[in-house]
């Protein structure tokens, strides 16, 4: 045995190991002083958080808990990244979307560590006739250019080719991607779109633009319209593997087809999620690249851009954290671009300081974090390495399913997809009403005095195909009620917080009723009495030992003076005469929904 120098930082070195059945033995113990009796073998799964898509996150996760090799940087099966060198040379492409036909903001950007551009071009975007506008002054050598022109792909294609033929960029120096993404369009707007001209876009780019790609595999729409990570990477897979099967059908062999795809998936505030998901992406394209025979050319390259689910309308600024939060979540898990959307995303066109906020948040995770300098940061983690193989084999699962039902365009046509997405979010909506999976600003401490942030509006996204869903939507519905009841009126509604007892008997249940009614619009009002509040309705706040001895009174002194309806802050019990309670868990949006139908708000 080797035997170290005493250096004084032997921690627990002088202590024996511990065992799995110890710590899960002492887990039980701990539970059963909580008045929760669960056997030594069960304590592991007590503690378990349930995620979607059956998967579970563990509290403890060691060496015995073993997933596939991950392989090599740059080698199949890529999980650990496309690129052997990772984004250690330069970071990550930092690509900003613009939708407006404007100089200014595009030059803005690249002069200020932008480092590619993303243009919606079309009817709900930039004019194609406008492109070589938005273009002036961009040295397109330099920055690759790529297109979202969802119906108006082709046209838009055909121009920015022309562009570099005019302004005489090399065919081997033009970089970016035309955008052609036909089932993409299909799931956007329910209209199929035209997978010849995508094929031959790719023919051309294989043939004359090395440095060039045809297609995007966009996993945006499946998210925005409620998916799971695994049926996100379900769909993008079943997507690519259509457009394997036209480019090779036209042609191209199986290399050059992959080498005309990018794909490109949402990266949320749920950072270990993300960073499984697309480490998770790169393994399930590069088995479908072995299958096809060609798996060295597997290596997926991605954009993943910040979550517009998870944005909000309501205290915007908070989704600056989020975004931040998503956008490490991305680099750490190996996208070779990234889009920050800015703060006010969801209120309509960003302005100057909303879009420098954005590409800003990218420069500091890459240039003063430093967080593309090591390769695969979270190559090694436990709890990564499981994720990441349980959540690869969920999406296979996924795409399984979707390639028995025909493919991408059947399983969308026969309303297969729309009906997985549409069970997932119906699910994630009892938890968002129930403030399960709380919403800063909006679910949880709501500021109903704040000024709200007024943008100029953007262009109508696509629609007639799968919907589009934000955290929000309950509560915002909710919070827009309360608005309109205040133009109309000059008060919002109200509820009157009974406090029975001493500070510390009712201080946290007053503090939890007054968060909730504000999520829904409705201002609690704690000073005075029930007569002086101008509230309709009433909650008592206290213990359930005062509840026990003084509701009964309260309550029918609150009926006396006119209260409709009370509620309680508390879980169920015998009360005398309580209408409603509210708890941790509660359905928070039907209770407001139903208060605000009784207080006639509208």
Known sequence: MTVLPDDGLSLAADFPDATHEQWRHLVAGVLRKSGREVPDD??????????????????????????????????????????????????????QRHTVAEAAPVLNDLENGVTSLWLAVGDRGIPVSALGTVLDGVYLDLAPV??????????????????????????????????????????????????????????????????????????????????????ELGCSLATGVAYLRELTGAGLD??????????????????????????????LWARVAEVCGAPRAGGQLQHAVTSSVMMTRRDPWVNILRTTVAALAAGVGGADAVTVLPFDHALGLPDAFARRIARNTSVILVEESQLSRVVDPAGGSWYVERLTDELAHAGWEFFQEIERAGGQGPALRSGLVGERLAAT?????????????????????????????????????????????????????????????????????????????PAAAHTARLTFAANLFQA?????VTEGTFEESGAREACLCSSDA?????????????????????????????????????????????????????????
């Open 546 to 602: 005062l509840y026990e001895e003084q509701s009964g009174a309260v309550v029918r002194g609150l009926r006396e003076a006119g209260a409709a309806h009370v509620f309680l802050a508390g879980r169920p019990g015998p009360y005398e005469d309580v209408d409603t309670y509210v708890f941790a868990g509660c359905d928070a949006v039907a209770v407001l929904f139903a208060a605000l139908d009784r207080m006639g708000v509208s």
């Open 42 to 95: 069960e304590a592991e799964g007590a503690l378990s958080t349930a995620l979607e898509d059956g998967l579970r996150a563990r509290p403890l996760y060691t060496a015995r808990d073993h997933a596939p090799d991950p392989g090599l940087p740059g080698f199949p099966p890529f999980v650990r990244g496309g690129k052997a060198e990772g984004s250690t040379v330069g970071g990550w492409d930092v690509r």
């Open 425 to 501: 979010w119906a699910a994630r909506s009892a938890k968002l009403a129930k403030r399960r999976e709380p919403v800063t600003g909006v679910s949880e401490f709501p500021h109903l005095a704040e000024k709200p942030v007024v943008r100029e509006p953007a262009p109508e996204p696509p629609s007639g195909g799968l919907p589009r869903v934000r955290r929000d939507e309950a509560f915002e519905e909710l919070r827009a009620r309360s608005d309109a009841h205040l133009a109309a009126t000059g008060a919002r509604p109200r509820v009157y917080l009974a406090a029975l007892g």
């Open 254 to 283: 199986t290399a050059q087809a992959l080498a005309q795809l990018e794909f490109r998936y949402a990266a949320t505030a749920d950072q270990f999620l993300t960073i499984a998901k697309l480490r998770a992406a790169r393994r």
């Open 146 to 231: 790529v297109l979202d022109a969802g119906e108006a792909a082709e046209p838009a294609a055909r121009e920015l080719l022309r562009l570099f033929a005019a302004r005489e960029v090399a065919a081997d120096a033009a970089r970016g991607n035309l955008g052609a993404d036909p089932l993409g369009l299909e799931a956007r707007t329910g209209r199929p779109g035209d997978p010849a001209s995508a094929t031959e876009a790719a023919r051309l780019c294989a043939a004359r633009y090395p440095g060039l790609r045809a297609l995007t595999v966009d996993a945006l729409p499946y998210h925005e319209a409620g998916g799971s990570a695994a049926q």
């Open 520 to 524: 829904g619009g409705i201002e609690p």
